[in-house]
């Protein structure tokens, strides 16, 4: 039986349905990717998968005790407390009274923590607290660190593990990768795959979305498709089906029209008083009329400007330290005419400084830049602040101009923009209205309307459908300048750079030849221990971590060779960890009692301190020994 099934489904928010006829089942172990254009309806499908949303018309039917939870694609701007309190928040009411507990026994409150303590007990609360416990440790998060001064990937990290406490049959996740850096990614990657429940998703990272999806569910003009197998197999029936689809529409329409000059001849037709002929006609014209036509492509021309100088920028003896860390340490690099740069590096690794450095935005504590002549810098960052909130599309895009000149063609601004996908009313709307995606389209039209010779680009895949993602990738293929790119998407790392820039921490830059692929073929072997490694990591919530198990770090690499000494470590370790999550469940089973919660509240403290302390070295025993047989 499926945990959640779609009957019939209608959805809209004025004019077409956004769902029409919406059948879709989820079954168990299953991971499932929505596809779609932007504003197809993707995470209106998942808020209605969610019941955060009620059909227009059909029906949403959830097994008898199956759990759902989502992710928001995006922080909730009133997400406040520790990292503990926004985690146990997923579990409503006892979340708050566990979190109010655990305030009480940071401050030493013994008042407020017997009052926290006793409705918890009222309400058998216990076990959930020894849950955001274990998903707190599986996803390394550090419990008492404030929420709002974690980095935005540790944020969506803490709000997975919101969803997780749950215990959920099916897990939503809504762009689950956007702000997060690469290493941040590939140990996302490595969690889904291991979590037990069923997972969907919707994402523009096409290297995550290959890497998990077992199923494809298309959202297409309001209908909804499955199509089984992976990503690839999805592509190639999807452009035989729209090939059929093609092929029909032209002989309906060419029927129509033999139909529509038959009816013209007029009296003819009403001697003949063929009825049936005519009231056929008016249903071929009904259905014509309700024909949803396949949305049109991007159409991206880059204005072009005159070449600039053969040395593009020339960085020398670089070093720039931020808060007593040093982001760039003697760093020297050169950008030639036509280079394709890519720039990677973990999230606060310093890649926006770096891009600051390079084009001269910022001086370098020590060292210097230089750069080339005849330069023409477009820019496109990552927080679209080029873009004027109260100004319309075409305001934005025009400057005061109703037409722009791409190439020696004078375009006007309503014309330009329809090529981005705007309708003459979304063009005229306010940008508040406008999604995410919408917005990146319009930073590319504003950013493509300007002739530049050197193009920067800092993340300009986030919420960019797969259709426009691919045809950006062929613009940028075709651009005549030198390109700058930051980026966590792979793939488009891959299709786009022929050479990228590292950040490898300690105030190293390197330089590769390739995209991300080739990066990772030719890093030293020594970056490979800075990668998370979630295959030595149980991932599912349960009540106690399964033994250590023999892995090979790095996907294959050998195993360095270790001393005498910690061989026999790593030999010892798997005793030692059963012997330490003995006494953890020993020590938690005695807190289970209710008797001992009678004991005076220095007792409490004491036994919940050495709980923590416990766990703190089960923990570091954990990561030793993922350390040692890596």
């Not at 009274?97 to 008042?111: K, W």
């Not at 037990?196 to 998703?201: P, R």
């Not at 309906?252 to 001849?265: G, H, M």
Request: aromatic share 6%; proline share 3%; charged share 25%.
């Amino acid at each position: 039986m499926s945990l959640l099934q779609l009957q019939r489904v209608d959805f809209s928010v004025g004019g077409p349905l956004l769902l029409e006829r919406v059948d879709l089942s989820i079954e168990s172990g299953e991971r499932i990717c929505i596809v779609g254009r932007n504003g197809a309806g993707k995470s209106t499908l998942m808020r209605l998968l969610a019941g955060e949303l009620k059909p227009d018309d059909g029906e949403l039917r959830v097994q008898d005790g199956v759990v759902v939870a989502r992710m928001a694609q995006e922080v909730p701007q009133d997400t406040h407390g520790s990292v503990f309190d926004v985690v146990a928040r997923g579990l409503g009411d006892l979340g708050a009274l566990l979190a109010r507990y655990h305030h009480a026994l940071h401050d030493g409150d013994m008042e407020a923590m017997g009052a926290a303590q006793a409705q918890i007990e009222a309400r058998h609360g216990w076990d959930l607290d020894r849950r955001v416990q274990q998903v707190l440790s599986r996803l390394e998060l550090p419990e008492d660190a404030d929420f709002a001064a974690l980095s935005g990937g540790m944020k969506r990290r803490v709000l997975l593990a919101q969803a997780l406490v749950r215990k959920p049959d099916i897990l939503l996740l809504d762009e689950p990768t956007n702000h997060l850096d690469i290493d941040a990614i590939a140990w996302l990657e490595g969690f889904l795959k291991q979590f037990d429940g069923s997972i969907v998703f919707v994402t523009h990272d096409r290297s995550f979305l290959k890497a998990l999806a077992t199923r494809i569910v298309e959202i297409d003009r309001g209908r909804v498709t499955s199509w089984p197998g992976d990503y690839d197999n999805y592509l190639r029936r999807r452009e035989e089906r729209l090939h059929a689809e093609a092929q029909e529409n032209a002989r309906f329409d060419k029927l129509l029209a033999q139909e529509e000059v038959w009816i013209r001849q007029g009296i003819k037709a009403r001697r003949t008083r063929n009825e049936g002929r005519v009231t056929a006609l008016k249903a071929m014209r009904r259905e014509r009329a309700q024909r949803r036509e396949l949305s049109g492509n991007v159409k991206m021309e880059a204005a072009s400007a005159q070449n600039s100088g053969r040395k593009v920028i020339e960085a020398r003896g670089v070093t720039q330290a931020y808060d007593g860390r040093v982001l760039l340490d003697d760093v020297s690099t050169t950008l030639m005419r036509g280079d394709r740069v890519g720039i990677i590096g973990p999230n606060g690794a310093g890649k926006s400084t770096l891009l600051k450095i390079l084009l001269g935005e910022m001086q370098p504590q020590k060292g210097e830049v230089t750069l080339g002549t005849g330069l023409q810098i477009a820019y496109f960052d990552q927080h679209r602040s080029r873009l004027d909130e109260s100004l319309s599309a075409l305001e934005n895009v025009g400057e005061g101009s109703d037409f722009v000149e791409i190439n020696g063609t004078r375009k006007h601004i309503v014309g330009y923009l329809q090529d981005f996908l705007f309708s003459p009313e979304r063009a005229r709307a306010p940008i508040t209205r406008l999604s995410g995606g919408e917005r990146n389209r319009l930073l590319l039209a504003k950013l493509f309307a300007q002739p530049s010779n050197l193009l920067v680009m800092d993340e300009p895949t986030n919420d960019l459908d797969v259709e426009t993602l691919e045809l950006l990738e062929e613009l940028l293929a075709d651009y005549k300048g030198t390109l700058l790119l930051v980026s966590h998407d792979r793939e488009f790392l891959d299709n786009v750079v022929t050479s990228t820039l590292v950040l490898e921490g300690g105030g190293r830059l390197a330089d590769y030849v390739g995209g991300y692929s080739d990066w990772v073929r030719q890093r030293p072997a020594a970056l490979f221990a800075t990668e998370p490694e979630p295959a030595s990591k149980s991932v599912a919530v349960s009540a106690a971590a399964p033994a250590p198990a023999a892995t090979t770090a790095g996907g294959g690499e050998p195993k360095r060779k270790l001393s005498y000494k910690d061989a026999r470590e790593l030999e010892q370790l798997p005793a030692r960890i059963e012997s330490l999550e003995a006494e953890v469940a020993a020590r938690t089973q005695a807190m289970n009692d209710p008797g001992f919660y009678q004991q005076d509240g220095a007792a409490i403290v004491a036994a919940n301190e050495a709980l923590a302390a416990a766990q703190a070295t089960l923990d570091a025993a954990y990561a030793r020994w993922a350390e040692l047989d890596g």
